[in-house]
């Protein structure tokens, strides 16, 4: 009979974007290659990353740094608004904020988010078929490190809102057959120097 093994997601957000967002920019070219470098020793199995260009430069450029690895392109790791939720549910001090920020988006948008961050559970989230544990990593966007980040600790599906993930960090979630996710590395940056950490994050949240 066949087990249940767990799951290691290695999780980041894609490398500084340039202003119009069509790519990276040479920081963020510098950031994907070292996080490459980071994952070597790790036995990945795949890349899957978003269809948008500084997604898709990421992940490659993550790959000229290991032996082989897959890549595999997932509209289900692209950039959406996973969950929208209702002002009852926002916290009163932030629920204007919160409100405002997500009124851009249109009809369309919120209709197809939710069902790829629906997806993106069902792909990238929890133990899997057989005796040996699998590595993936998943290069996406700020929005659905998020999303994925609150769901492995069971917060309410507001909670997405306000997890800022910065350019090129790594997290790591273990789904483990037999217990709750783990999350057991959040938003490093170990790999790169002072100058490239923190792109991606408000100025306000600067350490």
Request: charged share 20%; net charge negative; hydrophobic share 40%.
């Amino acid at each position: 009979m066949t087990g249940m093994a767990a799951r290691y997601l290695y999780l980041t957000r894609h490398g500084e974007a340039l202003p119009d967002e069509s790519g990276l920019t040479e920081a963020g070219r510098r950031q994907a290659a070292l996080l490459g470098e980071r994952l070597r020793t790790v036995p990945l199995t795949a890349i899957h990353h978003g269809p948008l260009n500084r997604a898709q430069q990421t992940a490659h450029l993550v790959a000229e740094q290991l032996d082989g690895v897959p890549l595999r392109c997932s509209d289900a790791a692209g950039d959406y608004v996973p969950y929208l939720p209702t002002r009852e549910e926002l916290p009163p001090e932030a629920a204007d904020a919160w409100i405002g920020f997500l009124d851009p988006w249109t009809a369309e948008e919120r209709e197809q988010g939710p069902v790829l961050a629906s997806a993106a559970l069902a792909r990238f989230t929890g133990p899997v078929n057989g005796d040996v544990p699998r590595h993936e990593l998943v290069v996406t966007h700020n929005f659905l490190a998020g999303w994925l980040i609150r769901a492995a600790l069971d917060a309410p599906k507001w909670r997405w809102l306000g997890i800022n993930h910065a350019n090129a960090a790594l997290t790591v979630i273990r789904y483990s057959p037999d217990r709750p996710p783990a999350i057991l590395l959040f938003n490093d940056t170990g790999h790169l120097p002072t100058d490239l950490r923190w792109t991606g994050f408000p100025q306000e949240l600067h350490v």
